[in-house]
């Protein structure tokens, strides 16, 4: 037997993929990311750069991973100082991270007119920073930011860079296409050449996507050595992106010669979760996921009425590169309540919902849900939401209480020194164990008078409801217009648990879609905690 070499997945999404234009993670975002990334299971969760910005500096401040190394960004100390008066470098190793990556100089040209330095010194800065993470008991990596530029600049130089990161005891040798723009060709043969220097289970790969071709440069790297290939979620990233790793892992998975070469930490079970984590992610930074992605997008398996959708009827494998459901997708042609419920039956037992499959009430659901996503609900990101409405239809959630009818009114007016201001009130009538409560709130804007009313006054349950707080809230726009269908997915947490959960509305109305949220985690709160 053929034992397949290990290859780490390193996700760079947090720091990295906080570069793209129109993303910043809060560290609540960055919180729920990581917790994907773990049910993925990647094995490097890069959180950000500590005393870059107050955002990544409160993420890793603690421990934020279970199972993958959690990991700091950072630069090589600065040269004519010492690694131990360098603060740039000792707020890195202050950090709760367990491996430390630190972004080196390999361009000679970079060396000079970006450092200042000579190109001794840069080297010496790479030796001393290993050493230095290495003193501290952290894993240490050097990303060789432009390498393969600064290879084909100077070759010796490039080489020279990497290898003095590892004889210093660097675990990785990350080589860098920093601006994107080498091919694939190019990767395999610069990678094969570094390879004679530094062992390839020392070295990783970092794409960028200025020519499309960062997932071939992976790919290629690997065919060439590698074993540590850096991307992000969704292939967000700087510019045109990063290495997409929701197209590696299926990639690396189940096409060859990798699949039989190569073991991953990612299983065949999360593999089918790839799918639903990638549209997670897309509705925490409130983005439409691309309809097109690779393996995950709603049609990349997808056939329109003609010759390819009769064949496809009678034998799938005609027309699909590998079976949708081993990434978590499904067929758009064969919408048969069989493959439904087989996607619906591995979500309930994720959530630890034990139903079998010849349960009618299956049925019912799998058309409650399929009726709600065609009317702009996506469970995806929003599993308090989808465990709530499996529940009810299995007969499992209590009736806590009845929001009979709710009120909003937004003023905006002059305060009494003359300042403009916006104030909303709001009215909520409740029905709780055979009685009618009317709360009145203020807030500062609808959706938190709304909350405010709601929790106002909820009879027995209030000590639970007092420990549920509202933590993000964020609106999509589903269609054109004025009156377009709006969602609304709101992130909440437990403060006995610490846990977070993602509860989802649609409507027209902004406020509805925002109470329907709002209903949902109040009523997930009381769930979890046995009331």
Known sequence: MTTRDRLYLFDTTLRDGAQTAGIDFSVEEKIAVAGLLERLGVDYVEGGYPGANPTDSAFLAEKRTSSATFTAFGMTKRAGRSASNDPGLQGVLESAADAICLVAKSWDYHVRVALGCSNEENLDSI??????????GREAMIDCEHFFDGFKANPDYALACARTAF??????????????????GEVAEIVRLVAESVPGANLGIHAHDDTGHAVANSLAAVAAGARQVQGTLNGI?????NANLVTLIPTLMLKEPYRSHFELGVTRETLAEVTAISRAFDEIINRSPDRHAPYVGANAFATKA???????LKEP???EHVPPESVGNRRR??????????????ELARLGIAVEKSDPRLDALLADVKEREAQGYAYEAADASFELLARRRLGEVPAYFDVQSFRVMVERRYNAIGELVTVSEAVVKVGIDGETRMSVSEGNGPVN??????RKDLGRYQPVIDQMELIDFKVRILNGGTDAV????????DHRTNKRWFTIGVSGNIVDASFQALIDSHTYTLLKAGC
Not at 167 to 184: F, I, K, M, S
Not at 486 to 492: M, P
């Open 486 to 493: 709006t969602r609304v997915l709101i992130e909440s947490q």
């Open 237 to 241: 990233g700087e510019r045109c992106g």
């Open 167 to 184: 004889e210093a005891g660097a675990r990785w040798v990350v080589l860098c296409d920093t601006n994107g723009g080498t091919l694939p």
């Open 333 to 346: 042609v064969l919408v048969s309540d069989q493959a439904g419920k087989s996607n619906l039956l591995g």
């Open 127 to 136: 030796r001393d920073s290993v050493l230095a993470v290495r003193a501290a």
């Open 306 to 312: 003609g010759i390819h959708a009769s064949a496809i």
């Open 449 to 454: 008078a709304l909350d405010n009313a709601l």
């Open 317 to 319: 494998e005609t027309y």
